[in-house]
Every structure is written in structure tokens, then in C-alpha cells.
């Protein structure tokens, strides 16, 4: 599994276009969390698989709460 960085080109999480895969751990943000900021999934040929329902659950649920989970990191900002 790696991480990828969300960055934005509208706001469609599910895009695999709209992520970069990064080496290591993304660097936490301290702060409000309410923007994704990176997840940790498998690959697809660099690109980030979203076909996994778990994965998008645990998204869903760490923007309601507000707060970091396992395999999703969220920031303040876009």
C-alpha cells in the first residue's frame, strides 16, 4: 500500500487523477481537519485504487469526525 496525496482539481475524491503517489508518510497537519489531505491504498500503475468500499467508508468517516485515521489524513485547507 502506498500514500497519495489528494490535490485537487474540483472536489471528486473518487478521481484517481486528481492524487499523487508519495514515498513515506505524508506530513501531518495540526490544526482543524476538514479537507482530505492524503490516503493509503494499493496502486493501479501509479495511480490510487478507489474501489474499495472500506477505504471509502473510512473517508466518509474521518471528514464527519474530523480526524485522522489509519489509512486517511485530512488538513484545514485545500
Given at each position: 500500500?502506498?500514500?497519495y496525496i489528494?490535490?485537487?482539481a474540483g472536489n471528486d475524491v473518487g478521481d484517481p487523477n486528481q492524487y499523487t503517489r508519495t514515498e513515506g508518510i505524508p506530513t501531518a497537519y495540526n490544526g482543524e481537519k476538514n479537507h482530505l489531505y492524503?490516503?493509503?491504498t494499493n496502486d493501479d500503475k501509479g495511480k490510487p485504487v478507489l474501489s474499495d468500499?472500506?477505504?471509502i467508508v473510512?473517508?466518509?468517516n474521518a471528514?464527519?469526525?474530523k480526524k485522522d485515521t489509519e489509512n486517511v489524513?485530512?488538513?484545514?485547507t485545500q
Open positions: 500500500m502506498y500514500w489528494f490535490i485537487p492524503a490516503i493509503r468500499i472500506e477505504l473510512e473517508i466518509v471528514l464527519r469526525s489524513l485530512l488538513r484545514a
